[in-house]
């Protein structure tokens, strides 16, 4: 079901109320306004305090607020760097495994158009009669 309100204890994360926010998020005890369906009557706007669960930093997988300087932890593909979770480089997501197999397709490649270039300029050398592999006699 969906829920309206969550529990002393407990936060608000969309529709449902959980113990505990998710990675990315942190929890906040905010004031909210009641639904105006569930307010009958009633001129003033009905408020309350509510756990909700609010988003994070888009660099920070765990925090305490919203702010890049919020973070506890960092998300995939960040990294600390002095207060904040900058941007790893591309470098540095490829760990040692990866980079050694980079290493050798690398090298594989190269070594594939050298010997095609070479394979290449020979026929053409043959083709153009400046290399001599077996030669006809001349019958006039």
């Known amino acids: 079901g969906i829920c309206i309100e969550c529990k002393p204890g407990f936060f608000k994360m969309g529709d449902n109320c959980v113990a505990h926010c998710p ?3 942190f929890g906040r005890v905010q004031a909210v306004q009641l639904a105006s ?6 001129t003033k706007p009905l408020l309350h305090t509510q756990g909700v ?3 994070c930093h888009h660099s920070c997988l765990t ?6 300087t919020d973070c506890f932890q960092c998300a995939s593909g960040f990294e600390w760097k002095g207060e904040l979770c900058e ?12 980079m050694k197999h980079l ?3 690398i090298i594989l490649c190269i070594a594939a158009i050298l010997l095609f270039s070479v394979v290449f300029g020979i026929l053409q050398a043959r ?5 001599c592999w077996r030669s006809k006699p001349n019958y006039l």
């Open 87 to 98: 941007k790893k480089m591309i470098w540095d997501l490829l760990d040692p495994d990866v």
């Open 23 to 25: 990675q990315h998020y």
């Open 63 to 68: 925090c305490r607020g919203s702010l890049a």
């Open 37 to 42: 369906t569930f307010r009958q009557n009633i």
């Open 53 to 55: 669960c609010l988003p």
């Open 103 to 105: 290493a050798w397709a």
């Open 127 to 131: 083709d153009r009669g400046r290399l």
